[in-house]
């Protein structure tokens, strides 16, 4: 089966700065990549995805880029703001599968 | 609409109480799904109804029962519950075909004394 691993278990930046959480994965007929976002005591929210025929996707100050060939996607944040400290897990999931494989999560701190 | 709803938001039972867990959505989506997330955890999955059929189960103790008796409406009937059992339980709901997204509900915060 998939396996999703995530890195860094927790990030401290300052705001303004960019943060990066980086997700490897080991199955290569994974072809959806999404990012949630938890905020505590909140549920899991879909901030971003991207498809295996996209190289890279952003929406405003988030981003998303996927290497196929070395099976590994990142989470750009720029301009961080202390409103996107949270919880943030990267998932993967192969072909016609239903179910999600969920990285163990990156804390991030956006210190004001 | 990307919403889908839990009820209760919180839940306290005793180890031999019977409860459940309620879920809606209104997105036409036909497969649901429940998870159990520990805190600082990523969710686990536990069931995947899929056209109100049950699909997946994740080897989850039959203390768990799902229900699916709509389309629209996921159920989770809890039964002599055990403490390490206490969890926030989350719903979420997706297309079956074209889409992959998976939304999620606020979850259920249960507590079993």
């Known amino acids: 089966g998939e396996n999703v691993e995530q890195h860094p278990s927790t990030l401290s930046v300052q705001e303004g700065d960019s943060a990066v959480i980086k997700c490897t994965y080991s199955d290569s007929a994974s072809n959806y990549f999404p990012w949630y976002k938890q905020e505590l005591g909140k549920r899991p929210q879909l901030i971003i995805d991207i498809r295996s025929n996209v190289g890279e996707k952003k929406d405003q100050r988030i981003a998303v880029t996927l290497n196929k060939t070395a099976k590994h996607f990142s989470l750009h944040i720029t301009e961080t703001q202390p409103e996107d400290s949270a919880v943030y897990f990267c998932?993967?999931?192969?072909?016609?599968?239903?179910?999600?494989?969920f990285g163990s999560g990156t804390q991030l701190t956006v210190l004001p | 609409d990307t919403e889908v709803t839990q009820t209760p938001k919180h839940l306290v039972m005793g180890m031999t109480n019977k409860k459940s867990l309620k879920c809606e959505q209104h997105?036409?989506?036909?497969?649901m799904y429940w998870y159990k997330q520990k805190a600082k955890k990523p969710p686990e999955l536990m069931f995947v109804?899929?056209?109100?059929?049950?699909?997946i189960n994740e080897s989850v103790p039959s203390r768990f029962s799902p229900e699916c008796p709509n389309s629209s409406l996921l159920n989770l009937h809890l039964h002599a519950l055990q403490p390490e059992d206490s969890a926030l339980y989350l719903c979420a709901s997706s297309l079956e075909r074209g889409t992959y997204e998976q939304y999620f509900g606020p979850g259920t915060r249960l507590t079993v004394t």
């Open positions: 109804y899929s056209y109100e059929k049950l699909s």
């Open positions: 997105m036409g989506h036909r497969a």
């Open positions: 998932a993967a999931k192969e072909g016609s599968a239903r179910q999600l494989t």
